[in-house]
T-cell receptor, first 115, second 111 residues
């Protein structure tokens, strides 16, 4: 079946602009995660959703970052007033149950470049 | 807070030799330990995972071992092939909700 879908695949934006990244998880997966991967670096946890609620937002770097999930499905990650240090690949993942007990399935990511 | 340390950061081995990547974790309650492979420009993909109730798991040329007392786990790849070249990430569960990842190991297989 279809995997995790993210859009756009690439986004170039000017410093100070807002961006919205979208994630469409695998159908039936209740848990959804956002991670950030800077060039050549590891996977930095941002936020986790179980259904529509976000029990863990501890990884959001600042109040410029927010995320929501509606209908237990699609999620959007919004970055306001983008800064150059926000440039990275933003990866979304979903899992059948909470990721502490079942594998994460990743999307291809959105490569964000802030100029 | 929760932390996963991964070593080495880079590893180069001759084709046919074995490769070992090691990780340590800090949360004694962690009970799920997956390994992901990320090829250049692609998404991370699960290659093997292990739960805390077993000490070793094997899948063809790949094996993972877990020492809960010492809080470390390792990935072993035998008879390495060029297509094994990639970045490998270990991860450990935290609070049964999320995974915390290591910094990754760039594995290069030399022909």
């Amino acid at each position: 079946g279809a995997g995790v879908s993210q859009s756009p695949s690439n986004k170039v934006t000017e410093k100070g602009k807002d961006v919205e990244l979208r994630c469409d998880p695998i159908s039936g997966h209740t848990a959804l995660y956002w991670y950030r991967q800077s060039l050549g670096q590891g996977l930095e946890f941002l936020i986790y959703f179980q259904g529509n609620s976000a029990p863990d937002k501890s990884g959001l770097p600042s109040d410029r970052f927010s995320a929501e999930r509606t209908g237990g499905s699609v999620s959007t990650l919004t970055i306001q007033r983008t800064q150059q240090e926000d440039s990275a690949v933003y990866l979304c993942a979903s899992s059948l149950m909470s990721g502490g007990n079942s594998p994460l399935h990743f999307g291809n990511g959105t490569r964000l470049t802030v100029t | 807070g929760e932390n996963v340390e991964q070593h080495p950061s880079t590893l180069s081995v001759q084709e046919g030799d074995s490769a070992v990547i090691k990780c340590t974790y800090s949360d004694s309650a962690s009970n799920y330990f997956p390994w992901y492979k990320q090829e250049l420009g692609k998404r991370p993909q699960l290659i093997i995972d292990i739960r805390s109730n077993v000490g070793e798991k094997k899948d063809q040329r790949i094996a993972v071992t877990l020492n809960k007392t010492a809080k470390h786990f390792s990935l072993h790849i035998t008879e390495t092939q060029p297509e094994d070249s990639a970045v490998y990430f270990c991860a450990a569960s935290v609070g049964a909700q999320k995974l915390v990842f290591g910094q990754g190991t760039r594995l290069t297989i030399n022909p």
